[in-house]
């Protein structure tokens, strides 16, 4: 039960598929399959090689991949058509209602599943029956899920049976936004063999793809009880009936929701029978359910329930980033390239069904571009000390840490890189928003600062406006993008500011943003303050940097001088509303202001492009004169405009973390507990590592030692996402290292 088709016969099938003479010859099986698709490379092989041999037509629709998704199913036998992305039910439904289908039966198979041979034979047998003799219409198939490379058999898991088999015309997919089932016009049945379902894209892949669905399940679910629509599709299957109106009636109203999961999961359905991975796998789908409920509280502090018109007219509300782009990744444990979703390259495509286009050539993607020259990295000594003390000469290092932070100057220094021409509605965006009028507060004068803002940026039209504004007292402001598709560049010139292109170069993940804008952009000023697009300066800060680097700066009450090059700036996290004063979130000290040519961020271990995109995520500025001084004020830190942001972000930071685990968090900074805040940082984390039950203990740290009980609800939601932080980071870390062995055990390069 279970079993997965073998490699023969998979090499086998690929091979007489991809022979013309062959797929004429083949007899007539009555069945065409449907396999949706974006950016499925790594699935799509095993889906295509179990159903290319027999079935008649095999259609790939793919919602404009930028993968290698449609060479290799048009290398594969496969007719690939290309539609920009509909949503996960309405792209099947146009599917189903614009393909070219000629046979009496259609199954529908995601391209993380594949056939098994027993389960093709029962097919082939059913449809080798006259239609109109067969009384079912269409039939539910069973599936067991693999996870970590083994097969879930308990956990709730298994069966589970979805609607996939069905005569041609007869059914059609409900209009939900996500879980959405078959409706069939006639009697249904089940067939009694499997398919196997496996998702090789890897954890950081899952969570994502949780993190859209929880979103989207919370929506649908207030859509469901506020339009009262719930039954109005159709029939549904009892089972599946059954879980849906619990999720409507009962999820929303358990507390401790995740908890609740989990003992289901994992006692009452058995998972404990499954091993370590089926504890693994409920903890992750129990962090699931614990979303849905989160997100539907936020939906109600929203008060979108008052103005249920919002829901229609904003669909993408609640996502950290619009279905249809969210930033993806292709193969987590091997390096991760970052993947756009459907719809990124065509956000502007017409709603309308255009004719499918069967193995149409898609539009090329851009040639790479050229890598940054590679950057001028100080030299050691690099240490950070304690503040008020000497700076410490460099230590007796433990490792050969020449290998792993200093790297060589370059012989050559290119020419520094050029700003963006201007944007055609800079200028008429500059009159609507007249950035020389501040916020109010006790600003210093427009423009009459000596330092330089970095900000770096992604598509951030909706914090941009606002961070520059505060910042309008700088005589430079700079905009460093990493080729932003909203209108983010636009504002940025209309506020004031030069923007500059990064091309990260992932082939060797370094450098990346911000060192390569501190060792290559022509700066105005000696002074650099580096600010995140969601940070806002205030305005005691503003004026405490006006005197820092007028020379006028003497330190009082909480400020500390150090080696007066740079200095350390705290923040304030605001999270659901609230700023965060426990959790471990406060203090949160960074080096932010600096002369730009004596400081940069350190270097975790060789570490490449580990998925968490082109910015520093837990690296620090080390000066190279000594340790930084103190400032007194603060300013604010906006990271997390919903649930589904703070998910989206960490997803992409947990997988760092796991490359970190196995650099042994080797930097510049040093661990040490009697260090500053990020020695004594690295130092907890570092011990931390070596203790067992980390996510239960890190939440009890967060929610009992750092006061996270403090912070009342808010706290609570951090404490348990950080426990959840701690969860996948160890999740990822073994599945790179269980990768790696496979590849080994199969000498793959």
């Known amino acids: 039960m279970g079993s997965r088709v073998n490699d023969s016969q998979n090499q086998t099938s690929t091979q007489t598929a991809s022979t013309p003479d062959r797929v004429t010859e083949r007899p007539r099986s009555n069945i065409e399959v449907i396999i949706p698709t974006f950016n499925e490379e790594l699935n799509l092989p095993a889906a295509i090689r179990s159903v290319v041999d027999w079935a008649d037509n095999v259609y790939i629709v793919d919602s404009e991949s930028t993968d290698r998704t449609r060479e290799v199913a048009e290398s594969m036998g496969a007719k690939v058509v290309t539609r920009s992305w509909l949503g996960y039910a309405k792209q099947k439904n146009w599917a189903l209602d614009n393909l070219p289908l000629k046979a009496d039966w259609?199954?529908?198979?995601?391209?993380?599943?594949?056939?098994?041979?027993?389960?093709?034979?029962?097919?082939?047998?059913?449809?080798?029956?006259?239609?109109?003799?067969?009384?079912?219409?269409?039939?539910?198939?069973?599936?067991?899920?693999?996870?970590?490379?083994?097969?879930?058999?308990?956990?709730?898991?298994?069966?589970?049976?979805?609607l996939r088999m069905f005569k041609r015309g007869t059914a059609r997919y409900e209009e939900r936004e996500v879980h959405e089932h078959m409706i069939v016009n006639g009697p249904t049945g089940r067939l009694r063999k499997l398919m196997n379902h496996e998702d090789r894209r890897g954890l950081e892949h899952l969570i994502a793809k949780h993190n859209r669905y929880s979103t989207l399940e919370a929506r649908e679910l207030t859509r469901e009880r506020i339009f009262k629509r719930g039954e109005a599709a159709g029939p549904l299957e009892r089972g599946i009936a059954t879980r849906r109106w619990l999720k409507r009636n009962v999820l929303p109203r358990l507390p401790l929701s995740g908890v609740w999961r989990f003992f289901y999961m994992y006692v009452l359905r058995l998972g404990f029978l499954d091993g370590t991975t089926g504890l693994r796998f409920c903890l992750l789908l129990s962090m699931y359910d614990l979303l849905i409920s989160l997100k539907l509280a936020e939906i109600r502090a929203l008060h979108i329930e008052e103005d249920t018109s919002k829901l229609e007219r904003d669909p993408a509300k609640g996502l950290a980033i619009p279905e249809g782009r969210m930033v993806n990744t292709t193969a987590t444990v091997a390096g991760p390239v970052l993947m756009p979703l459907p719809g990124e390259r065509t956000i502007h495509s017409p709603a309308h069904s255009a004719p499918p286009r069967v193995n149409g050539a898609a539009e090329a993607p851009p040639a790479n571009p050229v890598p940054p020259p590679p950057p001028k990295v100080?030299?050691?000594?690099?240490?950070?000390?304690?503040?008020?003390?000497?700076?410490?000469?460099?230590?007796?290092?433990?490792?050969?840490?020449?290998?792993?932070?200093?790297?060589?100057?370059?012989?050559?220094?290119?020419?520094?890189?050029?700003?963006?021409?201007?944007?055609?509605?800079?200028?008429?965006?500059?009159?609507?928003?007249?950035?020389?009028?501040?916020?109010?507060?006790?600003?210093?004068?427009?423009?009459?600062?000596?330092?330089?803002?970095?900000?770096?940026?992604?598509?951030?039209?909706?914090?941009?406006?606002?961070?520059?504004?505060?910042?309008?007292?700088?005589?430079?402001?700079?905009?460093?993008?990493?080729?932003?598709?909203?209108?983010?560049?636009?504002?940025?010139?209309?506020?004031?500011?030069?923007?500059?292109?990064?091309?990260?170069?992932?082939?060797?993940?370094?450098?990346?943003?911000?060192?390569?804008?501190?060792?290559?952009?022509?700066?105005?000023?000696?002074?650099?303050?580096?600010?995140?697009?969601?940070?806002?300066?205030?305005?005691?800060?503003?004026?405490?940097?006006?005197?820092?680097?007028?020379?006028?700066?003497?330190?009082?009450?909480?400020?500390?001088?150090?080696?007066?090059?740079?200095?350390?700036?705290?923040?304030?996290?605001?999270?659901?509303?609230?700023?965060?004063?426990?959790?471990?979130?406060?203090?949160?000290?960074?080096?932010?202001?600096?002369?730009?040519?004596?400081?940069?961020?350190?270097?975790?271990?060789?570490?490449?492009?580990?998925?968490?995109?082109?910015?520093?995520?837990?690296?620090?500025?080390?000066?190279?004169?000594?340790?930084?001084?103190?400032?007194?004020?603060?300013?604010?830190?906006?990271?997390?405009?919903?649930?589904?942001?703070?998910?989206e972000k960490h997803n992409r930071y947990t997988t760092w973390e796991a490359h970190a685990m196995e650099a042994g968090d080797v930097g510049a900074v040093n661990a040490s507990l009697f260090g500053g805040p990020i020695e004594r940082r690295r130092w907890i984390k570092r011990f931390g590592r070596k203790l067992p039950f980390r996510p239960t203990l890190r939440f009890i740290y967060s929610y009992i030692f750092q006061r996270g009980f403090l912070d009342g609800y808010p706290g609570l939601v951090m404490c348990r996402l950080l426990s959840w932080y701690e969860f996948v980071s160890i999740a990822k870390f073994r599945e790179m290292i269980a990768v790696r062995r496979e590849k080994q055990d199969r000498q793959i390069p």
Request: charged fraction near 25%.
């Open 378 to 647: 100080l030299t050691p000594p690099y240490h950070a000390h304690e503040p008020g003390t000497a700076p410490l000469k460099t230590p007796e290092p433990a490792i050969d840490r020449t290998q792993v932070v200093v790297e060589p100057l370059p012989q050559t220094q290119e020419p520094p890189p050029a700003p963006e021409p201007r944007h055609a509605d800079a200028d008429r965006l500059r009159e609507e928003l007249k950035p020389h009028i501040n916020v109010p507060g006790t600003w210093p004068a427009y423009q009459s600062v000596p330092v330089s803002i970095l900000v770096p940026v992604k598509n951030e039209e909706r914090n941009i406006i606002e961070c520059l504004r505060r910042c309008n007292w700088a005589t430079e402001l700079v905009v460093v993008d990493s080729r932003s598709s909203d209108r983010t560049i636009e504002l940025s010139q209309a506020m004031g500011a030069d923007v500059y292109q990064f091309n990260y170069n992932r082939a060797t993940g370094w450098p990346k943003k911000k060192n390569w804008a501190l060792d290559q952009i022509p700066w105005k000023n000696e002074w650099v303050m580096i600010l995140d697009a969601d940070e806002y300066m205030t305005p005691e800060l503003a004026e405490e940097i006006r005197r820092v680097v007028t020379g006028e700066w003497r330190p009082e009450g909480a400020a500390r001088s150090g080696c007066g090059d740079g200095y350390w700036v705290n923040r304030r996290f605001m999270f659901l509303g609230r700023w965060l004063k426990g959790c471990g979130y406060y203090p949160s000290w960074n080096v932010r202001l600096l002369k730009h040519r004596l400081g940069r961020y350190e270097r975790i271990g060789n570490l490449g492009d580990t998925g968490s995109g082109d910015n520093e995520v837990h690296e620090h500025i080390v000066l190279s004169t000594g340790e930084a001084g103190y400032l007194r004020h603060e300013f604010l830190h906006y990271a997390y405009p919903d649930l589904s942001a703070w998910i």
């Open 106 to 162: 259609v199954f529908i198979l995601d391209a993380d599943e594949s056939i098994t041979p027993e389960l093709r034979d029962e097919l082939m047998a059913l449809a080798a029956r006259p239609a109109a003799s067969v009384p079912e219409s269409g039939y539910y198939v069973n599936r067991i899920t693999f996870f970590l490379g083994k097969p879930i058999r308990h956990c709730g898991y298994f069966p589970s049976y979805n």
